[in-house]
């Protein structure tokens, strides 16, 4: 997928296919153990497997990772149904939601709503570039007015992660 504009090339979370497996596998095995047992006990039936065939498809709906993707001046997230667009150099507000997981709330001038956990960005250093990129020219114009410390933490947890993997990829750690 390529910048809106049709220029260039996008970021794009380079685990979502890995993401992907994961879900399929966590859904998948406990429909085969399901039927398996049912088999083995002769309680199998078309109800049955109606329903184990459903509440593995719901298990797969939740776990279905959300991808996301960046490029210039924009950042996506996709997921089953539905995408959700930013515009990066028109952010007004940047949110950094604890809880259960943590999320990274991006909101626009044009009404536009990402949510995504910011271990993606951790994980994908092209993805995190095009958003820094466009937040800073945001703040410069003076549009992005609540979250630049959100994105000051969130930068100096890409530092420490960058400083971790030079270690350890030369052997100092």
């Known amino acids: 997928m390529g910048r809106p ?3 260039g090339e996008a970021a794009n979370n380079l685990e979502w296919a ?3 497996r994961s879900a399929v596998r966590c859904a998948g095995v406990p429909l ?3 039927l398996l047992v049912d088999c ?3 309680r199998l039936t078309l109800w049955r497997t109606a329903l184990w065939f459903a509440l593995a498809g719901l298990l797969f709906l939740v776990l279905f990772p959300a991808r996301v993707s960046a490029g210039g001046n924009w950042l996506a997230c996709r997921r089953v149904v539905h995408e959700q667009r930013v515009r990066t150099d028109l952010l007004v507000s940047v949110r950094c939601l604890d809880g259960i997981s943590q999320r990274l709330l991006l909101r626009d001038a044009l009404g ?3 949510g995504i956990d910011p271990e993606v ?3 994908n ?3 995190w570039s095009c958003l820094n990129e466009g937040a800073q020219k945001a703040a410069d114009d003076g549009l992005l007015l609540c979250g630049q410390t959100a994105l000051r933490r969130l930068s100096a947890r890409m530092d420490r992660e960058t400083a971790r993997a030079v270690f350890t990829a030369s052997g100092l750690d």
């Open 32 to 34: 085969a153990l399901l």
């Open 40 to 42: 083995a006990t002769g």
């Open 112 to 114: 536009g709503r990402v």
């Open 5 to 7: 504009d049709g220029s």
């Open 121 to 123: 960005l951790v994980r």
């Open 125 to 127: 250093p092209r993805l």
């Open 18 to 20: 890995r993401e992907l």
